[in-house]
């Protein structure tokens, strides 16, 4: 049975002459005004009717119907029904259709959210209207003024815990979306050591699947409020993403270094906000991304300590609006299992340029992770 694909949209062109999709076009010739007539009443079609339902409502008979499929591009059509044809689903299928890399796994993806500021309150709303399944928000800092913004924390939350209201400000937005207030595992023991050699052929997908069943037991979502009764049992993460102001510290990092949950950094500076490199086997990790600053500056480790500890209020809010959505374009290429552009990368946006800067980052050699690497 054949359903039209979500989203595929049909365009006469002139009598006798349809044009199905742009991107790439299929142009259909020799049409009757019958054909012209299914085509435009398939591509309208709830996408839970199948197009013979469609076309037999029209009159036509089978074997004309079947001789009349016959002439469609095999992308015209997919197999089974759309449930949910968010404009997500609907863009996915299209993409699909180019052969290109697709997914739409997000739904049952699950992500933690460590640093629910202003930056991190827009990152979950991109996520969580991109459809992902489930978002746990850590942050146990009070909201503070700068973290108010209009769809964002109100007046009223300043001096409340950030995850909490966070949650009660997400939930009536995004029905679809699970959101829970966490904490995140506690750190136990050393977190190289306890990363297995990955083979070459894994690198494809990202390394979070083995993280995320070894997650599930361990994150434990606070309790929801007196009113939403007791602390429901979490599913674990897939990625963990760790917003901070000036740096990024190893101690928030360990915990989900050790349970080998992939993680995204999103750092604050001073003028630009940088989104990566993915932490995940092999590397680099975020010792090898600190050594390489320390050879810039042999009293970055000094710096780095004052900065992560320091609110930096000063960011332009197009700035942050910016960095949210390439975040979010790569937490949703995670949770889909596509490429992404954050291997080894960070992603840099700032005031003065409209699109990502990047900066690679290699393995360094002192650290345990390249040596790792080299033994393997
Ligand atoms: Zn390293």
Known sequence: MEFWRPGLRVWWRRDGEAQIGLDPPTILFGLTRADHTLLEALARADPQIDCWTVARRLGWKREA?????????????????????????????????????????????????????RLGLLLVDAIAG???????????????????????????????????????????????????????????????????????????RPPQGRASRAGRRIYEPLLRGAHHGPAEAAEGVDLAVVVGDGAITPRRIKPYAALHTPVLPVTVGELDIAVGPLLAPPGPCLRCVHLHLTDADARWPALATQLAAEANPGIDPVVSQLAASVAGHQVTAIADGRPTAVAGVSLHVDGLHPVPRFRRWERHPRCGCALDHLAA
Do not use: C, M
């Open 65 to 117: 119907y079947l001789a009349f499929i016959a002439r469609l591009p095999a992308h015209a059509v997919v197999g089974r029904p759309t449930k949910e044809a968010t404009p997500a689903a609907r863009y996915w299928s299209l993409v699909a259709a180019t052969g290109s890399a697709h997914g739409t796994d997000r739904g049952s993806a699950a992500v933690i959210v460590d640093g629910v500021d």
């Open 130 to 204: 991109a459809g992902l399944g489930t978002v746990y928000l850590h942050d146990g800092r009070a909201v503070a003024p700068h973290d108010l913004h209009p769809g964002g924390y109100l007046a009223d939350d300043v001096g409340r815990p950030r995850a909490r209201n966070a949650v009660h400000r997400l939930r009536p937005r995004h029905p679809q979306t699970q959101f829970y207030p966490a904490r995140p595992p506690e750190y136990a023991g050393a977190v190289r050591e306890e990363q297995p050699p990955r083979a070459p052929e894994e690198k494809g």
